[in-house]
């Protein structure tokens, strides 16, 4: 697969068939689309999608909660990984919430899940702490990572 210029924009409704398939190809307990489609009724929830000739190779989303972001999930289709994607959406997710002065952003993120861990880190995301047996598909840690604005 060859890198393609996304275009990068807010999720529609017309995206969310995409959205659960890079979801459920992606995780092992993932979201379903009627929980994505509440997303776009949150107005405390901000999502951006990766969009390449028409489909959704990805997608971000936060939760603003008072002047804090709270990333919930980011995903790259399997098929579109290590092209610099999901660089993309999170240096994208970044610029929205400096946009909305929030003051800054936390995920948490599997213990094991080094790729991702090293790619937040590039952004200077540092880890705070841990939250014991986090998920439940397999009780592993997270790790709290933030990123000060």
């Known amino acids: 697969m060859e890198y393609i210029k996304p275009v990068i924009r807010p999720m529609e409704n017309k995206d969310l068939n995409d959205i659960v398939e890079v979801e459920q190809k992606c995780f092992r307990i993932p979201w379903s689309k009627s929980m994505f489609e509440d997303e776009l ?4 929830a901000h999502y951006l999608v990766a969009e390449v000739a028409g489909r959704i190779v990805g997608y971000i989303g936060f939760w603003k909660i008072i002047d804090e972001g709270h990333i919930t999930n980011i995903a790259v289709h399997p098929d579109f990984r290590g092209l610099g994607y999901g660089r993309e959406l999170i240096a994208a997710m ?5 946009e909305m002065e929030l003051i800054a952003i936390t995920l948490e993120v599997r213990k094991s899940n080094k790729a991702a861990i090293s790619l937040y880190e590039s952004f200077g995301f ?3 702490g841990i939250r014991k047996k986090y998920y439940s598909d397999n009780n592993e840690d997270a790790l709290i990572m933030w990123l000060k604005l």
């Open 94 to 98: 970044i610029l929205k919430a400096k």
């Open 126 to 128: 540092v880890s705070s």
């Open 41 to 44: 009724y949150n107005l405390n």
